[in-house]
């Protein structure tokens, strides 16, 4: 199946490890936040495609999670903020080699060469495992070679024998060179034609004994910049200063599709906590793979009737308000667990220093909340994409399959 796959795929498209230190505290890492929208195709539409395929690429496999162990210590990371994409800087081989890697919720494998003119390198820390790769993100592709080799994260994450993908060819990544897979080890099942599953840098860390929990913590925050470092990953464990108040714990959903990724139950009401019922208890994603925050279409017609905001078909693809509209705008509430979570009006909209740069008017007030492009009721009726994230904490738990999130000093900002 693998082999028909690669076959399928390449005819469409001819038409020494580093020293273990034990970490008793988590690991920090900065995010960078950049803009990489290229082409045609809208924010939305790439978003959209996103959500098909983890809709519906994923829905035939049956999957069962594994329950991680218990170690001996923690990690924290810096992440940029791309507007579109939220990017790490990591270190492959020895010599390294540095590559931009996506931070991806929605997938698991980690991969690199997506930019030809900064390929992956066969070093002294090279070992080829003779397996192909190959994963699909609706929004792009990457086929290539399987190795293992030495992983630095942000310079301070050091996992030696991590699986990396060598992209022999990837289509949708421009800007980029790669993906830093961070989602369920569930999710690289058939990815590799060896079969079996892959684990990733977090497993991989913790096993290692490089973390003590085998958690991330994710810290995004809103930018009216095209290129900023504003984020972080905490590799085992969290980062209290990145919060405000407790943080609130749920299951990951059994309902699938949802379940297979970082799902989670939530409803959404607007006006109050107990306003008008946006999006009836339902299950879907927290990606930080996609941008908008998009909601089953049927909960996006009634959050237009609510707002009297219409779609913007033209430019951008985003609905837009005016602003009379705006002034009247209340807060979407999110109840998650026994928590309730408000987005204010200003978070819901996009930065408006960056709609020229989606091909939108200068002077437009344009929306984030978006179509996911099917009804509600079918498994997977919303992502909670990094412009939900940039208001609230994060923190996915693979060993106890939790989800935790948390208020932050950007949950009221109006940086929009």
Known sequence: MFTKLLVAVSL??????????I?????????????????AKTVLELD?????????????????????AAAT????????????TYTVAVDVGSPATTYNLIVDTGSSNTWVGADFENPYFITSTSQDTGAEVFVEYGSGLFLGEEFLDTVSIGGVLNIAKQSIGAAEFAEGFDGVDGILG????????????DGGLVPTVLDNAFSLGLISTKEIGISFAPTTNTSTVNGELIFGGVDTSKFTGELTNVPITTVSPASEFVGINQTITYGSADGTTVLASTAGIVDTGTTLLLLATDAVQTYQSLTGAVLDDVNTGLLQITPAQFANLQSLFFHIGDTTFEFTPNAQLWPRSLNTAIGGEADA???IVSDLGSPSGEGLDFINGFGWLERHFFVFNSANNTVSFATTQFTDATSN
Do not use: E, M, W
């Open 48 to 68: 959209q495609a996103r959500a098909r395929f983890l809709k519906h690429g994923s829905a035939s496999k049956s999957k069962t999670r594994a329950k991680g």
């Open 73 to 84: 210590g923690a990690v924290t990371v810096p992440v940029t903020n791309g507007v579109v």
């Open 12 to 21: 469409a498209l001819c038409a020494a490890a580093s020293p273990v230190t």
């Open 23 to 39: 970490r008793s505290a988590p690991i920090s890492i900065p995010l960078a936040r950049q803009f990489n929208l290229t082409g």
């Open 182 to 193: 961070i989602g369920p080890t569930d999710l690289t099942s058939g990815t590799t034609s």
């Open 365 to 367: 007030i344009y929306l």
